[in-house]
């Protein structure tokens, strides 16, 4: 039986329709494949503040680049720095990793443990205080930060809720 010329457009019409539909998942995934790495915690990016009468805690995140994202941050207690800490995110062993280098400290490497579109939880149950490192996303001009652990054998979280300042 010979196709009639209908029959044969729908044919080429699916055949085609399919081989869009290839082509795009195959162009699709290098972008998945991208999201899977820091990329995934641009919003993390920008300035950070928490300011209360004597203290202002201050993050500074670099945008991803290269695979990586750099931070830094310090707290001033009225007119006196009294923490700083110079941070690193990329991806270590396979997965996210937070790389702190806090002062007076030594550099710890905090792996990711859960990472999703609005929020990030690193852990080091080997590390002494804080275990782990969480960042959450509240809205476009505000994230909460906070770390959380075992202190002589206390557990203790210390939250940081911050606001989107302008980076001067």
């Avoid at 195959?26 to 915690?41: D, N, R």
């Avoid at 945008?63 to 707290?75: K, S």
């Amino acid at each position: 039986m010979l196709p009639t010329a209908g029959s044969r457009n729908t044919h080429m019409d699916s055949t085609s329709s399919l081989r869009i539909t290839i082509a795009l998942f195959l162009l699709s995934a290098p972008v998945a494949a991208q999201t899977t790495g820091v990329e995934q915690l641009g919003w993390m990016t920008g300035c950070w503040e928490l300011r209360t009468p004597t203290r202002v805690v201050e993050e500074y995140w670099m945008r991803p680049r290269a695979g990586t994202m750099l931070g830094m941050g310090r707290t001033v207690v009225r007119d006196s720095m009294t923490e700083h800490e110079a941070t690193l995110i990329r991806v270590t062993n396979g997965k996210l990793a937070y790389h702190a280098n806090p002062s007076g400290q030594k550099p710890t490497i905090f792996p990711a443990i859960i990472v999703n579109a609005d929020s990030v939880v690193f852990e080091a149950p080997e590390h002494d205080f804080p275990q782990r490192v969480g960042y959450a996303r509240r809205g476009a001009d505000s994230l909460i930060a906070w770390i959380e652990g075992t202190s002589n054998g206390r557990t203790r979280r210390i939250p940081f809720p911050y606001k989107r300042v302008a980076c001067l």
